[in-house]
């Protein structure tokens, strides 16, 4: 009796294994030249996206611009459609000065970079843990039916596909799905985010992209978001409600973005954390980013001032006197000196740098 239960149960698992790839990426393990799919297939980005590539690559030193292959393959997925044939691989490698089995072996490596054709309007079902419990396979199968297609499988019109990410960091609104929408090409990229998502919901969602609207649920999102936040139902959120955030509460830069979000509004609110998206300008970012290091005020950030902040960032990492040298020979590469003060413009200048780089991440989920 037990040997039989075992053997069942083995059984069971190794049919879980059998199961086709979820991923658009690890769906294929090997590569097989096709007609829309070979080396030999000229490719090379556009010249707005070759502006972004050198972009990309001057946050980082000279001698390390391979660090930038991963934002690069994303711009290279944005131009083609959704998904990277090996021309584009080899093309990034191009740009980056490595061997193109360096590039490929990232793009095999993360399930984000697809390596088959996906829809216009890509959709991604969360696959953890959080979301299963909440239902996502219900969503999912929803979605399948609704649309006539199997995992990793294109619809015929090409507008839509279906795949599973992994935690997409919302766990709160469990279940949940994003759409990348590709409809526009690059400059047009949007990735939206769809929480508290049931099959009926998904549905609608799938009908309103056909017809070319775009579905308010980010707004939606954001507003009940506010909402959990406001506890009082004040119309405003306090620092303390802030706080209530673990992973606000443990940036070591939680106090200097206390002063900056206490006491919002949900225009405020809005407004404050559309600077952090991806959508947001550099310039955007920059003027944000500066108001953390211009902690009294003044309009202006000293050295000082810049200095405290490296060391909330950077811990017992780095030694004051480490810090000093980055930052002192940081400042002299822009035409600066400890002495200096920076305006908003100066600072933007100092940012840009590819000896330093500064972030601020603002989670609210």
Same mark, same amino acid.
């Given at each position: 009796m037990l040997a039989r239960l075992a053997a069942n149960r083995l059984h069971e698992i190794r049919q879980i294994?059998?199961?086709p790839s979820r991923s658009f990426s690890t769906a294929l393990n090997y590569h097989i030249d096709s007609p829309?799919?070979? /080396?030999? !297939? /000229?490719?090379?980005? =556009? +010249?707005?996206?070759?502006?972004?590539a050198k972009e990309?690559? =001057?946050?980082?030193?000279?001698?390390?611009?391979?660090?930038?292959?991963? /934002? !690069?393959?994303? !711009?290279?997925?944005?131009q083609h459609g959704g998904w990277l044939p090996v021309s584009a691989m080899? +093309?990034? +490698?191009k740009v980056i000065e490595v061997a193109p089995i360096r590039v490929y072996e990232v793009a095999t490596f993360y399930s984000m970079f697809n390596r088959a054709k996906v829809g216009k309007y890509h959709l991604l079902v969360c696959g953890t843990t959080p979301c299963m419990i909440r239902g996502s396979r219900d969503i999912e199968d929803a979605l399948l039916k609704h649309l006539g297609v199997k995992r990793n499988e294109v619809t015929k019109d090409g507008l839509f596909s279906v795949g599973e990410m992994e935690c997409m960091g919302c766990c709160v609104n469990a279940p949940m799905i994003t759409v990348a929408d590709y409809s526009n090409g690059s400059e047009g990229y949007t990735y939206n985010y769809f929480e508290d998502v049931t099959p009926k919901k998904v549905v609608e969602i799938v009908e309103k992209l056909r017809k070319g609207e775009k579905p308010p649920q980010e707004i939606v999102s954001l507003y009940q978001r506010f909402c959990q936040l406001d506890r009082n139902s004040k119309g405003f959120i306090s620092a303390d409600e802030f706080l209530s955030v673990p992973e606000f509460a443990m940036n070591p830069l939680s106090q200097r973005l206390l002063k900056m979000v206490d006491g919002l509004n949900f225009k405020d609110f809005v407004a404050f954390l559309s600077a952090f998206s991806t959508k947001a300008s550099f310039h955007q970012k920059a003027e944000i980013i500066f108001k953390v290091y211009d902690s009294d005020g003044n309009g202006k950030v000293s050295f000082n001032d810049i200095l405290e902040v490296l060391k909330d960032l950077s811990g017992s990492f780095m030694s004051d006197e480490q810090r000093e040298r980055v930052l002192t020979q940081v400042l002299q590469e822009c035409g600066y000196t400890r002495e200096s003060y920076l305006m908003l413009d100066d600072f933007i200048k100092v940012l840009g740098s590819t000896g330093l780089k500064m972030e601020v991440e603002v989670p609210i989920d």
């Open positions: 294994f059998r199961q829309d799919n070979k /080396p030999d !297939l /000229p490719w090379e980005f =556009s +010249a707005a996206n070759k502006e972004k990309i690559i =001057s946050h980082y030193p000279s001698n390390y611009k391979q660090s930038a292959v991963i /934002p !690069l393959l994303d !711009l290279a997925q944005q080899d +093309a990034v +490698a």
